[in-house]
């Protein structure tokens, strides 16, 4: 494990490089994403690239992303009542349009009689003009509520629903299914143009959960689940996780990924996500088949990704592994930044402060502390933590740029008992085995 190599000599110019790849996600082949669909959120990106940077503008309220409950994948977007968000970025939208969302009401919410609360539905940038689908109290028990209509299924609480709405602007027509059951149908309309997306919660006390919201030409039909796959660029990489975000798996389904037909991974009782590793240096120059699979413990397949990459046929001299390290010629190296995030203001890495500074002391020296304190050791996992993970609000290098600062190098983090000064050989083992 190399920690201190000097950038000039790593090749800054390559590392930048390789970190500029780091997350960019390999175009998909064949049915993915499905045909005609115009918008897809499934609250994955949120989590890395925050409100603002994902293109979701927050118009009131503290909507967020939330892991309480999730439909498919690792998040899901929560929205407190009194939140409403919309797409920043114009689309183009089909006519007839289908627009879906899954959302999950749980049993503390409440919603007085005959209110109604605005979920999801269409925003038009010009002016902020809004169509909704929405929930409404009918006797007690909640409803689905569309242009005026109450649907005729009671939707239950603590469980993930599915509402899909054609919007039918020529026709004249509005049609609303519930959990794949058509629940409201009117004729004759007068329907606006809309150019965004709007999700919320517009009144009643407590939240909502939002995942898997799309847009598209036609009607997705009732599917029992469903596979979307994600991984870095591989043509630079050592290895790379094939992150996988799954719903309707159940117990007993299996996760089978294969390149050219040879199976590399197969996980039972996959859940909604797992992260496959892909080995790239075993693979030779040129095109092939990545295809992941939702399989029955039988074989039988449920659902399948399918796509085209491109492997180097070689090891890069400085290259990326599964975990986001960049590794030159077989030993991970971390490249020191002059900044690192803290909680509520930048903070200087090197020569910083002495113990009697606000915010740092002993100083924060040369990798948040691993040669200079706040622990006697560190183990793999906590290595793993820094590079990749989340603890008490700070993201390793799976977040490359916070607040819009460039980071390149874990955090700073002194919290979670990281608390006295440490000797590097322990530390350096444990960096090395992760």
């Known amino acids: 494990m190399n920690t201190r190599e000097n950038l000039s000599r790593v090749g800054i110019a390559a590392i930048l490089a390789s970190f500029a790849l780091l997350l960019t996600v390999s175009p998909a082949a064949g049915q993915n994403p499905p045909a005609g669909q115009v918008f897809s959120d499934d609250a994955e990106r949120a989590i890395m690239e925050n409100w603002v940077l994902n293109s979701w503008t927050i118009a009131e309220?503290?909507?967020?992303?939330?892991?309480?409950?999730?439909?498919?994948?690792?998040?899901?977007?929560?929205?407190?009542?009194?939140?409403?968000?919309?797409?920043?970025?114009?689309?183009?939208?089909?006519?007839?349009?289908?627009?879906?969302?899954?959302?999950?009401?749980?049993?503390?919410?409440?919603?007085?009689?005959?209110?109604?609360?605005?979920?999801?539905?269409?925003?038009?940038l010009s002016g902020l003009a809004s169509f909704q689908i929405s929930l409404t109290n009918n006797g007690g028990s909640l409803y689905t509520y569309l242009n005026g209509s109450t649907g005729t299924h009671a939707v239950a609480t603590n469980e993930w629903h599915t509402v899909e709405m054609e919007y039918y602007v020529a026709g004249g027509t509005l049609t609303l299914w519930l959990d794949g059951v058509q629940d409201i149908?009117?004729?004759?309309?007068?329907?606006?143009?809309?150019?965004?997306?709007?999700?919320?919660?517009?009144?009643?006390?407590?939240?909502?959960?939002?995942?898997?919201?799309?847009?598209?030409?036609?009607?997705?039909?009732?599917?029992?689940?469903?596979?979307?796959?994600?991984?870095?660029?591989?043509?630079?990489?050592?290895?790379?996780?094939?992150?996988?975000?799954?719903?309707?798996?159940?117990?007993?389904?299996?996760?089978?990924?294969?390149?050219?037909?040879?199976?590399?991974?197969?996980?039972?009782?996959?859940?909604t996500y797992q992260e496959p590793i892909l080995t790239m240096t075993g693979l030779s120059a040129g095109n092939h088949t990545l295809q992941v699979q939702l399989q029955?413990?039988?074989g039988t397949v449920r659902q399948t990704w399918t796509e085209t990459i491109v492997a180097c046929g070689c090891t890069p001299t400085n290259g990326i592994d599964a975990y986001n390290n960049v590794v030159r010629g077989g030993n991970k190296v971390l490249p020191i930044s002059a900044w690192a995030m803290n909680q509520d203001n930048a903070t200087l890495w090197l020569g910083y402060g002495t113990p009697s500074s606000s915010n740092m002391s002993p100083p924060g020296i040369n990798a948040s502390g691993w040669w200079s304190g706040y622990s006697a050791s560190y183990s793999v996992s906590q290595y793993q933590t820094f590079m990749e993970g989340a603890v008490s609000g700070f993201a390793g290098l799976n977040c490359l740029n916070e607040n819009n600062l460039p980071v390149v190098g874990p955090y700073f983090l002194r919290m979670g008992g990281f608390g006295t000064a440490g000797t590097p050989s322990g530390d350096a083992a444990n960096m090395a085995g992760y």
């Open 296 to 298: 029955t413990s039988g």
């Open 61 to 124: 309220g503290s909507p967020a992303v939330s892991q309480t409950e999730v439909h498919s994948g690792k998040y899901s977007y929560v929205f407190p009542s009194g939140s409403i968000s919309y797409w920043s970025d114009a689309l183009t939208f089909p006519d007839p349009l289908y627009e879906k969302a899954w959302f999950y009401v749980p049993s503390t919410y409440s919603l007085g009689s005959g209110s109604v609360a605005h979920i999801v539905g269409l925003l038009n």
């Open 185 to 271: 149908a009117q004729t004759g309309q007068t329907l606006a143009t809309y150019n965004s997306v709007y999700l919320g919660l517009t009144a009643g006390t407590g939240s909502v959960y939002l995942d898997d919201i799309t847009v598209g030409a036609s009607a997705s039909g009732t599917p029992t689940s469903g596979l979307t796959v994600r991984h870095a660029y591989p043509t630079n990489r050592l290895a790379m996780k094939v992150k996988s975000y799954i719903w309707g798996a159940a117990s007993t389904d299996q996760l089978v990924s294969s390149v050219d037909g040879t199976t590399f991974s197969t996980i039972s009782n996959p859940g």
